[in-house]
């Protein structure tokens, strides 16, 4: 007769998921008191957890500034996304972040920061050759955007998937020259 029970191992393996997960969502809504709340449960032991969780949203924190302005100017957010599409990640203007407090950014990093973050994963849903459904659920899950913001970034990303490919072949290539 076989034991329907799991080996204490893999329960311990699923608790530590579960706990991680809780983390993670629990520093995305509130980031201060989750972290109060683990660092007190813890204390040093744990805290390599909560660094490891940490790691993992360095994404959603990097696009804190365009999530802040979608809430309160969904039209402005939108059009800031469009702009760092157009003159960062599609194409490139050196002096795109020239006037950083137009499109809601509080300063020239906090810009910088959004872009790369919002190139960076563009970029990983191209060159594994994400579809749409696919790009759209994990910009959700990595960005907190709007479900409507979301959708407008993967349209606009599916409008110039060829051209980033093209991209990413173009830099692979020349990274083999050297």
């Known amino acids: 007769m076989e034991s329907k029970e799991q080996p204490a191992d893999k329960r311990l393996v699923e608790a530590y998921n579960e706990i991680w997960l809780l983390i ?3 520093l995305q809504n509130n980031y201060q008191e989750t972290k109060k ?3 007190d449960f813890t204390g040093e032991a744990g805290k390599w957890v909560l660094d490891d969780v940490e790691d993992t949203l360095s994404m959603y924190f990097s696009l804190e500034s365009i999530r802040r302005l979608q809430e309160t100017e969904f039209e402005r957010a939108k059009k800031t996304t469009d702009f760092l599409l157009d003159n960062a990640i599609f194409y490139y203007d050196p002096h795109f972040l020239n006037d950083y407090q137009s499109l809601g950014f509080k300063s020239r990093d906090e810009g910088v920061e959004a872009t790369s973050a919002l190139a960076g994963l563009i970029e990983y849903y191209v060159g594994r050759r994400f579809t749409k459904g696919a790009m759209k659920r994990d910009l959700l899950e990595e960005s907190r955007f709007s479900d409507d913001l979301c959708e407008h970034i993967v349209q ?3 409008e110039n998937y060829q051209e ?6 173009v830099d692979f290539l020349k990274s083999k020259e050297n």
């Open 156 to 158: 606009r990303v599916w």
């Open 37 to 39: 709340i683990v660092e």
């Open 164 to 169: 980033l490919q093209m991209g990413i072949i």
């Open 24 to 26: 993670r969502e629990g």
